[in-house]
């Protein structure tokens, strides 16, 4: 797949895969020094520190797990079509130009029929 058109989503992709791997590199390097803090420190405060290194671990863990998550929906996002915007109201620009020429608030009624 190639993103040629949309070389954003390509780094955005990109960009997440990294954080992906740094971020599970870091967790497995906080999930080893866990364990050699219980056991080197094998009282009640090494099984605390422990303890809060592996709440750490499984942080970064689930942080990487939501990295990979974001670059597969901008993968997604990038096999989407480019398209015409979906319907809604369209927005003024800079320009001082009106954007559509319907004037003031329409509030829509449960008689009218759609359209108009």
């Known amino acids: 797949m190639t993103s040629s058109?949309?070389?954003?989503?390509?780094?955005?992709?990109?960009?997440?895969?990294?954080?992906?791997?740094?971020?599970?590199?870091?967790?497995?390097?906080?999930?080893?020094?866990?364990?050699?803090?219980?056991?080197?420190?094998?009282?009640?405060h090494g099984r605390e520190w422990s303890e809060r290194l592996q709440v750490l671990r499984h942080t970064l863990a689930d942080d990487a797990d939501a990295a990979l998550r974001l670059g597969q929906a901008v993968e997604r996002a990038t096999e989407e079509p480019i398209g015409p915007a979906s319907a809604g109201p369209r927005l003024g620009g800079t320009a001082a130009r009106r954007a559509d020429d319907e004037r003031g608030v329409r509030i829509p009624r449960l008689d009218e029929p759609p359209g108009g």
């Not at 990109?14 to 971020?23: E, F, I, Q, T, Y």
């Not at 497995?28 to 020094?33: C, F, H, M, P, S």
């Open 5 to 44: 058109g949309r070389p954003e989503l390509q780094r955005a992709r990109d960009w997440s895969s990294a954080l992906a791997a740094a971020l599970d590199a870091a967790a497995a390097e906080v999930g080893d020094l866990a364990q050699r803090l219980a056991a080197g420190w094998p009282d009640s």
